[in-house]
């Protein structure tokens, strides 16, 4: 197996679990909040791990984010800049993430999860070390990037999964 089967592997275990938490689900249950106005929804989840990959692998490839270039940001219409990936939200901001439709969490993750496949199959394992920001100790390169994204999604995956599973019992 090479690095980029690998990382194809890890992202597609992502998407998996994407479409599989959001399934079927209502718009009230995607904005679903656990007893408490302050924690993140489902929609705010995959929302932000979308946005997230989206812009760290299109900064990687030197390409422009899905979000903007093909519609997503419109599709949306949330009261975000375009360059907002949900990082330090406050409780007003994640209320703001609501989905109509499961589909547009799945679909825009889709396009994301393309572009993602797309640029690692062009990856070889002498591309993984390049430092790509040196303000960091250790600077970080290509690989810890790339591993880096997976690990935000799969935790936030996870946390819309226990949120699926709590709406689900009630």
Do not use: C, K
């Not at 940001?73 to 209320?95: C, M, N, T």
């Not at 109509?100 to 993602?116: I, K, M, N, W």
């Amino acid at each position: 197996m090479t690095s980029a089967e690998l990382l194809t592997d890890a992202f597609d275990r992502v998407r998996q679990i994407v479409h599989d938490v959001v399934d079927g689900l209502s718009p009230d249950q995607l904005a679903y909040r656990i007893d408490d106005d302050d924690a993140n929804s489902i929609g705010w989840l995959i929302w932000h791990l979308t946005r997230v990959q989206d812009d760290h692998v299109a900064d990687l490839a030197g390409t422009e984010q899905a979000w903007t270039s093909q519609g997503w940001i419109e599709r949306f219409a949330l009261p975000f800049d375009e360059a907002d990936i949900g990082y330090g939200h406050s409780s007003e901001q994640v209320a703001a993430v609501r989905v109509e439709s499961p589909d547009l969490l799945t679909d825009y993750h889709d396009a994301v999860y393309e572009q993602t496949i797309a640029y690692i199959s062009t990856l070889s394992d002498d591309d993984l070390p390049r430092v790509i920001d040196e303000s960091w100790d250790p600077p970080v390169t290509v690989g810890v990037r790339l591993v880096s994204v997976i690990g935000d999604d799969m935790q936030h995956a996870g946390q819309a999964e226990f949120i699926r599973g709590i709406l689900e019992r009630r």
